[in-house]
């Protein structure tokens, strides 16, 4: 199994930006594909990015659209999460997450690894 460790996360104020990473360990990072999900309070689960294994072909909710971007590093076994013009809204616990193989990307259930979450918190 695959160990992921958030980090990136803190308090910035509204416009700014913050570069989320996901370090994996294990031996089968290439063969997964990544994801960014978030939990404001209150709320549920949500998706937020996804990049395939292979192909790097990217995924965003319509609110991050144009603003974040996923990105991975498989030298160094690591995903990212740029975030920039940050808004209060975007306000949560973000978490990584690892699928061994999937085809829908959005869907939560179909991830089998998860971090520990990094809280960023935007002020106005």
């Known amino acids: 199994q695959v160990r992921l460790v958030e980090s990136g996360g803190g308090l910035v104020q509204a416009g700014g930006s913050l570069r989320l990473s996901c370090a994996a360990s294990?031996?089968?990072?290439?063969?997964?594909?990544m994801g960014w999900f978030r939990q404001a309070p209150g709320y549920e689960r949500e998706f937020v990015a996804a990049?395939?294994?292979?192909?790097?072909?990217?995924y965003y909710e319509d609110s991050v659209k144009g603003r974040f971007t996923i990105s991975r590093d498989n030298a160094k076994n690591t995903v990212y999460l740029q975030m920039n013009s940050l808004k209060p809204e975007d306000t949560a616990i973000y978490y990584c997450?690892?699928?061994?193989?999937?085809?829908?990307?959005?869907?939560?259930?179909?991830?089998?690894?998860w971090g520990q979450g990094t809280q960023v918190t935007v002020s106005s």
């Open positions: 997450a690892a699928s061994e193989g999937i085809t829908i990307v959005q869907q939560e259930r179909n991830y089998d690894y």
């Open positions: 294990g031996r089968s990072f290439r063969t997964y594909a």
């Open positions: 990049i395939r294994r292979n192909d790097r072909v990217t």
